[in-house]
């Protein structure tokens, strides 16, 4: 494990707030050899062979982050809105669905949200066995699971927060050392360019709205991140109304929403 793995695990980890049954989720997802096949053999067709962005292990663990940070800025007020789940089960829904969300790359690229929750279906049964007593509310979160999955590029419209919540995750991994690797391999693009001149992401309590997303970049290229990638996700997801989006580029601060 190398240091960016072991930092990404202890913040997953601090964010499970000790609860036995998110624990035992999270070491089922970190440590089944399937899913590690899956995550490596997606980063074999996206990264070696069409050099794409990193859709592997270090990308399902920033993900994963990422879900969980925007869930505890949310706030189970504002996430739970049916009274059949909590904000327990809401943590274990998006945890599950960011670490899982791209495992469909390893088949193909296209329709990928599809083939990811035809391949996370045997994972999710497994884990859900362990986490519920309950079978009848083990089969509501799996289909919320399957729903954040499904919904995480923003081309199907979830109905549910959670949903959004994986896709604006999965927009944030935007940083200059996801696009790295295929810069090296020679693919030099605009989706590279414009990761390599992010720097940093933060997410942070919003001012206006519940959720701050601000993106720092050393130059004007790395908004195309945000337009083309980050955006089209949370507008996919009718995840606007939670979320404002600054581009922090030097002194210069730009709103999107």
């Known amino acids: 494990m190398d240091n960016l793995e072991r930092s990404l695990d202890n913040e997953i980890i ?14 089922y ?9 899956l995550l490596d053999m997606a980063n074999i067709v996206l990264v070696q062979r069409l050099k794409f962005n990193d859709h592997g ?3 399902a663990l920033i993900t994963t ?13 504002l996430v739970v809105t049916e009274d059949w789940r909590s904000f327990e089960d809401s943590k274990l829904i998006v945890m599950v669905a960011s670490f899982l969300h791209d495992i469909g790359n390893s088949i193909h690229r296209e329709e990928h949200e ?14 859900l066995r362990e986490a519920y007593v309950d079978r009848e509310k083990s089969v509501k979160v799996a289909s919320m699971i399957y729903e954040a999955i499904m919904c995480h590029m923003g081309r199907y419209r979830p109905t549910s927060i959670e949903a959004g919540v994986v896709a604006t995750a999965d927009g944030c ?7 790295r690797l295929p810069f090296k391999m020679g693919k030099h693009d605009i989706h590279k360019y414009s990761a390599l001149a992010v720097e940093k992401v933060d997410l942070l309590k919003g001012r206006e ?11 004007p290229s790395g908004t195309f991140q945000i337009q083309e990638i980050l955006m089209k996700k949370i507008e996919g997801t009718n995840f606007e109304k939670f979320v404002e989006i600054y581009a922090i580029i030097g002194e210069e601060v730009v709103r999107f929403i």
């Open 14 to 27: 601090e964010r499970l707030d000790g609860s036995e049954r998110l624990l035992k989720a999270y070491d």
């Open 29 to 37: 997802l970190r440590t089944k050899p399937e899913i590690r096949g």
């Open 57 to 59: 292990l270090t990308h």
């Open 65 to 77: 982050r990422n879900s969980l940070k925007i869930l505890d800025i949310l706030g189970s007020e």
């Open 114 to 127: 599809l083939l990811s929750v035809f391949l996370a279906r045997p994972f999710i049964e497994e884990i």
């Open 173 to 179: 991994d935007m940083e200059k050392e996801r696009a």
């Open 209 to 219: 709205k519940p959720l701050r997303i601000e993106v720092h970049m050393k130059d």
